[in-house]
Structure formats: C-alpha cells, structure tokens
C-alpha cells in the first residue's frame, strides 16, 4: 500500500510503517524518545512494537488506565508530570501507540507539552486506524462532554499496522466498523455497498477498506481542515451519537457504549431525520437501521431517557449562535450541513430506532 500524504502528515501502512519510522529516528536528533500506551496496548501491543523499533536512543514508557473515562484533564496532568519527571525536552519525541483514546490524549499532551514537541500516532484499534489516524484532532472529554477540550495539530507521521487488530474483540472491531460505514454514506454508495457482505470479506480485503476510509477521510480534511465546511460532514451520526455516548458514560444505570456503538445509534436516528427533513428515501433508512441492527444489535433507550439525552446536545462542537447543527443526508454521498431539527422530530427518531 502506498503511503497516503494528509495536510504535511505522512501516513504509512504495514511493510512501510516500521522503515519510515526508523528513517525518521535516525534523521533526527530527538533527545529521548517517550511511548505512551494504557494499560491494555501494554500488554498486547507494545511488544510487537518495540520489536520493530530500532534505535540506540533512550526510551521511556508512560502508561495510562484504558477507556473514555479517563480521556480527561487529570489524565495529561499524569503524563505532563511524567515527561517533566523524566527530563523531556523540546527535541524529544512522544509515540502514542494505542486506540482513540491514547492518540487523541497523546497528541494534546504533546501539542502543549513545553509549546509542543513531535509525536507520532500507532493507532491500535480498528476505530482509530480510520478515524483518529487522519486530521489532526486532538483532545479529551470535560466531565461527561466528549473531546471539549483539544487543539488541531498534526503529528509527524502515522503508522498504520493492520496486524494489531488481531489483539482486538470483536465490540472493539465493530465499533471502528461504524465510522466505516459512516464514510460510506457521506461520500459513496459504492464504498457502502462493500459492507453489505462483511462477513465474506478476508483479511486482505479489511485493508483495503481500511486503506479507503483513510483516503476519503483525507479528501475531506485537505479540503477543510478546520471544520469550516466540508469537514462537518464527517459528523454524521454524531451529534446525537456523542450525546448518547456521554449520557450512557456517566449515568449509573446505564453500560457504557463504545464509541462506535453509539455512533451507530447515532447514524440511524440520523436517517431517519434526514427522511422525514430532507427527503433521504425511507427504503435507504430503513435499509441502514436493518444492517446496523445486524451488526450492533439494539440498545433500550427508554422515553426517560430522551430528555437527558438532547439536553446534552447543546455542548455539541457544531453548535453556533446558540442553534444545534445537524449533519443530514439528502441521499447516500450527499450530505447537508447546519440543519435544524425540531426536538419533537428527535424524539420520533428515537421511537423509530426503538420499533
């Protein structure tokens, strides 16, 4: 697979990652070299890393506890205690190996560290490998509010291995799936076809999907990096997807979602705005509730839980001038931006997902 340029970021993939990586050590005079992992990459992932890993320089590892949970402020106070503790300086270099946890905290970590010092982001799992891998997002949670806090900045390569997905389980598999399918739908039929029939699919054929959901995520962020325009595309399924997450992250009675699990909650209620707003066929949502529902199953949300839910929507990043943005689809690959939706309609949506 050739390597994928993204906004100055070089992102490698497989045989290439670990030749550029240790290229890129050799060619610059990085002072000491940090690896920031949690506590599963630990164990499953930092030694078939380190393996790869060639260099005489001083390495330091910095572990954190794995989950959203603790994708939060008093996690990087942690690792900024650490790299000073360690003697960091501005020529050194912090490797996030990890999921989207790790890659997000790691890269603002860095980004802030003493005005910034280079990273490099190994995403671990399936969700990161397509999403957190490309644009330059970087940030934690503030409370129970997903990615509140945070800067763009891009690291200085990426490595995409597509080995570690075998440490993976498979929730952890179908939750970077979603954000796949997402791509499907924002940007190409043909895309969202091919996961019609994940279950026939080979190892082989996963990296080339992969290798194309990076390619449309970066058709995107080249074009709008900031989130002006085109990027907000790539929030289908999100807003009400982050408020569920959030809500079922922090409520006592509720188990947690991944990520992607509530995404995928997300894109349906989505839908089926989109139907009944801007004329997206009912047989498409229809269709897209059925394949999610193959894949993810259904979780209850009960009418208690509506209020709370869209209450958290007006954190959402999107949001401005006080109105709270949606991202529908007209039809599949053509999405539109800034909608508003009346609550009644978020609540049919919800009572949709739920028949």
Known sequence: MKSITA???????????????????????????????????????????????????????????????????????????????????????????????????????ASTFKRGIAYINVPTSLLSMVDASVGGKTGVDLGNLKNQIGVISNPNMVLIDTAYLKTLPQNQMRSGLAEMLKHGLIISEDYWNKFRYLSQLKMDDLDDLIYESVLIKKVVVDEDPFENGLRKTLNYGHTLGHAIESYFLTNPHKTSLLHGEAIAIGIVLASYISTQLVGFPEENTNDIKQLFGGYYGKVEIKESDYSPIIELLKYDKKNNHGNINFVLLEAIGKPKIDCLVDESIIIDSFKYYSS
């Open 7 to 109: 906004n100055d970021c070089m992102i490698h993939f497989n045989e290439l990652c670990y030749k550029s990586l240790n290229e890129h050590i050799k060619n610059n005079n990085f002072s000491k070299i940090f690896i920031l992992v949690d506590t599963n990459t630990h164990s499953y992932c930092l030694p078939l890393f380190l393996e790869k890993l060639e260099t005489n320089s001083v390495i330091e590892i910095i572990e954190i506890e794995e989950g959203e949970i603790n994708k939060n402020i008093d996690t990087c106070v942690g690792v900024w205690n650490s790299l000073s503790e360690l003697d960091a300086d501005r020529k050194s270099l912090l490797i996030n190996v990890g999921g989207g946890v790790v890659t997000d905290l790691g890269g603002f970590v």
